[in-house]
């Protein structure tokens, strides 16, 4: 009788317990989150300089792409676009420069439905920077990514696979954290002012001028003695 009991009580326990696992893996499996990564951007980005008011504007049009990885819908709520946002972060060298994103918002309010898989999208944006007025960015650090922020939220967590650009004088690096791959693009430097070189016929010449002016003194001294020396004896 005790021993059906335990046996009946480690059943039960059992069951329990393998009835916990599995509810906490079922949770953990169909956690829902969204990755918003960028694929691409273009290069060079179109630039707008402005003499008067003392800014240059850059733009670039970007590729993302905005994984669902669950088997659900994820719901979004915004209340203007664009959706998801940008968002910037810069190291400039020269910290006397201000940064700021140029981005067109459209006051609209709704809600959508991001469906599993992956979405892939354009989305433009722009620097503006001031004041400066050249057709290449600042020398630094720009980090740049899209959220569901400012304009939008979800109720789950978001991910964000960024794009890391490096200007220095020589080039700009393109760095994406997506697949960890480097795109560097070189800039165009003025082409140095050729130093002027002697040429072996110029550096004759330089060389045998001296000696002919010497010589033509000489030739012309000896006569000068020669006349001399005839009216010397004719006197």
């Not at 335990?6 to 949770?27: E, N």
């Not at 669902?68 to 400039?92: A, E, G, H, M, R």
């Not at 979800?154 to 954290?177: A, D, G, W």
Request: glycine share 2%; hydrophobic share 40%.
């Amino acid at each position: 009788m005790r021993m059906n009991r335990k046996l009946k009580w480690m059943i039960i326990t059992i069951v329990f317990t393998s009835f916990i696992l599995t509810g906490s893996m079922q949770v953990f499996s169909e956690e829902e989150y969204l990755i918003v990564r960028i694929v691409n951007a273009n290069f060079p980005p179109r630039v707008l300089i402005n003499n008067v008011n003392h800014f240059s504007l850059f733009e670039f049009e970007t590729q993302i792409q905005i994984e669902n990885p669950t088997q659900s819908n994820i719901k979004v709520d915004y209340i203007c676009s664009p959706s998801p946002f940008p968002c910037l972060q810069t190291n400039l060298e020269n910290k006397s420069l201000s940064v700021s994103l140029a981005v067109y918002i459209e006051g609209v309010g709704g809600s959508y439905n991001i469906p599993p898989g992956i979405t892939s999208a354009f989305a433009f944006f722009a620097f503006f920077i001031e004041p400066y007025e050249n057709e290449y960015l600042p020398l630094g650090n720009y980090i740049f990514w899209f959220d569901y922020v400012e304009c939008c939220s979800v109720s789950v967590p978001v991910f964000t696979e960024k794009l890391n650009i490096h200007v220095s004088q020589s080039n700009v690096t393109y760095f994406f954290e997506y697949n960890n791959s480097t795109e560097v693009y070189y800039l165009h430097t003025p082409t140095p002012t050729p130093t002027p070189t002697t040429t072996p016929l110029q550096q004759t010449n330089q060389t045998s001028f001296p000696v002919i002016f010497i010589f033509v003194f000489f030739l012309f001294r000896a006569i000068i003695r020669r006349l001399f020396t005839r009216r010397k004896v004719v006197y």
